[in-house]
């Protein structure tokens, strides 16, 4: 069965330091694409990344970055030189075979709190 | 315009009224979806609309009634709702459901409070 895991329920951190949200996965599906939103306090869900399971190349945005390594099922996000507007609940999901497509499984979830 | 537009932001009702949401995108997206989340968790599938047709419905009570008028629009029928109905609904769309590639994007939601 599909499963998200993301171990981290809460992380404080002060301005400008750099955060690593980690998200493990677990799926049958040799194909299937992972994503990262972020959830801020206004309430809807930003799209923040999708990475397909052939592609294993990290990616970088701005002060975003991606890391996947499928050895260990993992897909781990960074946030270098946080800020406040970071603040946010910032959720994994994974979408493989299972109802028939795009039915993502999200993960619990991870609170990240940026204070000045 | 990459927008999900949801009506009302609030809505207070009581356990015998009835309400609706709306839900609407000019995206061209063919799929379009209900969630419901509760505080401090993820978002739960509710329901799947693909091609204007239902797709998947998660085991939905029947107080909660779907439909979608167009490829633009999805509306939530809400009907006797219980107070643990109080949630934050989302609505999100998608390119399309043949594959399951399609990031969805989500609208802001309607926090709902029954009474």
């Known amino acids: 069965a599909q499963k998200v895991t993301q171990a981290q329920t809460e992380i404080s951190v002060v301005e400008k330091e750099d955060v690593t949200l980690d998200c493990v996965y677990e799926t049958r599906d040799t194909t299937y694409y992972l994503f990262w939103y972020k959830q801020p306090p206004s309430g809807e869900l930003v799209f923040l990344i999708r990475?397909?399971?052939?592609?294993?190349q990290n990616e970088i945005s701005g002060r975003y970055s991606w890391n996947f390594q499928k050895s260990t099922s993992s897909f781990n996000f960074t946030i270098t030189a946080s800020q406040v507007v970071d603040s946010a609940v910032y959720f994994c999901a994974l979408s493989d075979s299972t109802g028939g497509g795009n039915k993502l499984t999200f993960g619990t979830g991870t609170q990240l709190k940026v204070e000045l | 315009d990459t927008e999900v537009t949801q009506t009302p932001k609030h809505l207070v009702m009581g356990m015998t009224n009835k309400k609706s949401l709306k839900c609407e995108q000019h995206?061209?997206?063919?799929?379009m979806y209900w969630y419901k989340q509760k505080a401090k968790k993820p978002p739960e599938l509710m329901f799947v609309y693909s091609y204007e047709k239902l797709s998947i419905n998660e085991s939905v009570p029947s107080r909660f009634s779907p439909e979608c008028p167009n490829s633009s629009l999805l509306n939530l029928h809400l009907h006797a709702l219980q107070p643990e109905d109080s949630a934050l609904y989302l609505c999100a769309s998608s390119h399309g459901t043949e594959s399951y590639y399609n990031e969805q994007f989500f609208g802001p939601g309607t926090r709902l409070t029954v009474l």
């Open positions: 990475r397909n399971s052939f592609d294993e």
């Open positions: 995206m061209g997206h063919r799929a």
